[in-house]
């Protein structure tokens, strides 16, 4: 197999790395999860209360709106149950971003959400338009209205297909919701009820706010599809424009374990920044069926971000803590192998079948930083920190076992997709 042609697909891994870095991403608002977690609600729950409150102006980019005041152009009122025709217009509702998540339930095949949020305080402020009875009262009237909801639990469930577009990726598209909700108090103002009757207006108020149980029982429902209105627009907007894959995270491990230091550690959710600079400078390939590739590549500068455990003993000093770790390594020299197997599939042609990968590395510099140290004791997590880093050859020794496994699986991944569907004569054309 020809030395232009190794080049050539170690130099496609680095354009798909660069894909994969440059895929419409979650609004860097939204934290995402990982997907197989088993405390993936959990860390929904925590992105979303993180999330909410940085909505409030809404995302421009996304198509998303304001959400507080979130605009809602009208709320009719069929009045079942209390014979009255109320219609709301030019309704803005405060309160929203306020909204605490309480918890989510995530379910995969198929995709299945339930969130049940709790808003303390809900003003609806706007426009009326009332006629019919409420009970056994007449009512009308035209004019400004403001409808207080206190302590308003909401259980907002959706479904979703998955949809391939023209880009070749997997959207979610939401297909069908429910709605339940439950509030411990609702207060009623309405203007110029009776065309301005003053007395019978004051009267009509108090008998609403007196009886509001069961007015909240004809308007409530109309009123809580409005709070779900608002998240279904922020959920819509993103889902048209962001791929399921960039909703998640993977969970990926770097684990080090009784080293030569005595340190153990163990960090999740793994994400490796940088790949997409990788440049190709050598290569080597065996054209003896099973075919092997080595590859030389550089990368200026890689990233690892995760959350880490962490006790025990560095050299001589002792550590512990949970947080968060940032490993930035420079001037990367790493060394790519992989093993193939060769499969004949319908179409007559022969495709690549990854096996086994390694990698081996070396940098000019790795900066290593851990947060909450100690049970967040800054002074001596940042004495630690600078002693890692004035370490840090030693570091790598410790690390570098377990940073080279999380690389190789992130290059083992870009591999596969190409290997999955381009197949051998059309990667080594030299070759056909």
């Not at 209205?145 to 907002?156: I, K, L, R």
């Not at 070749?168 to 309405?190: H, W």
Request: with cysteine; aromatic share 8%; charged share 20%.
């Amino acid at each position: 197999m020809a030395a232009k042609t190794a080049l050539t697909m170690a130099a496609l891994i680095c354009i798909c790395a660069n894909s994969m870095d440059a895929a419409k991403p979650l609004p860097s608002i939204i934290k995402p999860c990982p997907k197989n977690d088993p405390k993936l609600n959990e860390c929904a729950v925590v992105s979303g209360n993180l999330a909410i409150p940085k909505l409030k102006s809404g995302i421009p980019s996304l198509g998303v709106p304001p959400m507080d005041p979130f605009f809602v152009k009208k709320i009719n009122v069929e009045g079942n149950g209390i014979g009255v025709h109320l219609i709301f217009r030019d309704v803005n509702l405060h309160g929203l971003s306020d909204t605490k998540v309480t918890s989510i339930r995530i379910t995969h095949d198929p995709p299945n959400f339930i969130w049940n949020i709790h808003i303390p305080v809900m003003q609806m402020i706007g426009k009326y338009e009332a006629s019919g009875k409420v009970l056994l009262l007449p009512i009308t009237g035209k004019g400004d209205f403001n409808v207080t909801m206190f302590g308003m639990d909401v259980q907002y469930e959706f479904s979703c297909d998955t949809v391939k577009r023209s880009d070749g990726e997997l959207y979610y598209s939401p297909s069908s919701n429910k709605v339940e909700y439950s509030v411990k108090k609702v207060s009623f103002q309405m203007e110029n009820l009776f065309n301005g009757n003053k007395l019978l207006g004051d009267e009509m108020n108090r008998f609403l706010n007196e009886n509001w149980r069961e007015v909240d029982k004809s308007w409530g429902p109309e009123v809580a599809e409005s709070v779900v209105g608002a998240m279904t627009v922020v959920t819509r907007a993103i889902t048209s424009k962001v791929p399921v894959k960039n909703f998640w995270t993977y969970v990926r491990k770097i684990r080090v374990e009784n080293g030569g230091m005595g340190i153990s550690m163990q960090s999740v959710n793994v994400r490796i920044h940088g790949l997409s600079k990788s440049k190709p400078i050598g290569q080597w390939m065996n054209k003896v069926s099973p075919p092997s590739f080595r590859w030389n590549l550089f990368a200026p500068r890689l990233e690892i971000n995760s959350n880490h455990e962490v006790h025990r003993r560095i050299l001589l000093l002792p550590i512990v803590g949970k947080g968060n770790l940032n490993i930035t390594l420079t001037d990367v020299d790493y060394v790519y192998s992989f093993d193939c197997d060769l499969e004949r599939r319908e179409d007559g042609k022969e495709y690549l079948v990854p096996r086994t990968s390694h990698i081996d590395f070396k940098s000019s510099r790795m900066h290593t930083t851990l947060t909450n140290l100690f049970n967040g004791n800054k002074l001596l997590g940042n004495q630690m920190n600078y002693f890692l880093n004035e370490n840090w050859r030693e570091i790598q020794k410790e690390f570098g076992p377990p940073i080279a496994d999380a690389l190789a699986k992130a290059i083992r991944k870009i591999v596969n997709g190409i290997t999955r569907k381009v197949p051998l004569d059309a990667i080594f054309p030299e070759e056909v």
